[in-house]
């Protein structure tokens, strides 16, 4: 598959933000244009730090890089990465998990071994997490931290929410400042909510923030409730946030199915607020816009 065509912008949009839009016939081309982007990113700097989302809308996407990097010759051997978000409260080998997602999605036909030298290697992929129910989930690190901001807590195993919820802002500043020290993420792949949402900034997330507690909407965990079969929705995730995802350099937001045209059109043709937390994007000036033909809000191919 070529790269991608040049960059067009809707007819009707006018504006001081300049994305660029890519229209694609499948989901299977979207992806594979995708990852060919990324691909040539990497071949030119090996070094390459990618920011990564989970949800439905990447899925082609991760196919296609481990369809390259099994053809071989693609080294992701000094290749960094940061994924957006974990649920609060669910075990890394959960089915639910973005750790789990991550793992059987990608990774485990990308990692680094003897036998597999250009592969991705461990300490390179980092994912916020969101495991803090019991004390032995803590690191050591975060055991005496605890102990130390909670002097009366006694030996019990679990986690009360409050101790909960301040291990987890303590991660969330920490992954913050993992990404300042080896970014600037180079691209950070994007998807969408229904409501606008991007990583699990909600509606009214400061443009500003950085990756913190977040509670989930009503919305969203009923959308991502489709996951979780007859179980509760966790209602609260570690989140990068929208001043983060901003200080990459590339952003490619992917939109697929006519669900999210709705949302498109809001974030291309209304004005930038906290309500809509997609129209941030138009503060930053590279942003590629990756969508199927259903997902696209000028319903023609541009
Ligand atoms: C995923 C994420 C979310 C999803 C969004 C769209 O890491 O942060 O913002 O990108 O909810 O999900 P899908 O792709 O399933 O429609």
């Not at 998807?191 to 997330?205: M, Q, R, V």
């Not at 007859?230 to 001043?243: E, F, H, K, L, Y």
Request: aromatic share 8%.
């Amino acid at each position: 598959m070529s790269p991608i065509g040049p960059a067009t912008v809707p007819s009707s949009y006018s504006g001081e933000f300049k994305p660029h839009f890519h229209v694609f016939d499948s989901r299977e081309t979207l992806g594979q244009a995708c990852a060919n982007c990324i691909i040539e990113e990497i071949q030119k700097n090996k070094q390459v730090v990618l920011g990564l989302a989970t949800g439905s809308t990447p899925l082609p996407v991760y196919k296609a890089l481990v369809k390259a990097f099994n053809r071989g010759g693609l080294d992701l051997s000094e290749v960094t990465t940061f994924n957006l978000d974990e649920y609060v409260g669910l075990d890394p080998r959960d089915k639910q998990s973005y750790h789990y997602y991550m793992k059987e999605k990608l990774f485990k036909n990308l990692m680094w071994s003897e036998d597999n030298p250009l592969g991705i290697k461990t300490e390179n992929i980092h994912i916020p997490n969101g495991q803090a129910t019991k004390f032995q989930h803590l690191s050591f690190e975060e055991q005496n931290a605890l102990k130390k901001q909670f002097p009366l807590r006694g030996d019990e195993s679990t986690l009360s929410s409050l101790e909960s919820n301040w291990i987890i802002c303590r991660r969330a500043e920490a992954y913050d400042r993992l990404i300042n020290q080896c970014g600037p993420i180079d691209i950070q792949i994007l998807g969408i909510g229904e409501n606008g949402h991007l990583a699990f900034c909600e509606p009214g997330s400061s443009h500003e923030g950085r990756t913190s507690l977040v509670e989930l909407t009503a919305n969203t965990r009923a959308v991502n409730g489709r996951f979780f079969h007859d179980r509760n929705v966790p209602t609260q995730a570690i989140s990068m946030g929208i001043g983060t995802i901003l200080q990459a350099r590339k952003i490619y937001l992917l939109a697929t199915g006519e669900r999210k045209q709705e949302i498109l059109k809001k974030t291309l043709y209304g004005k930038v607020c906290e309500e809509i937390p997609a129209t941030a994007l138009k503060k930053h000036s590279e942003v590629i816009f990756f969508l199927d033909i259903e997902a696209n809000p000028d319903k023609r191919k541009l």
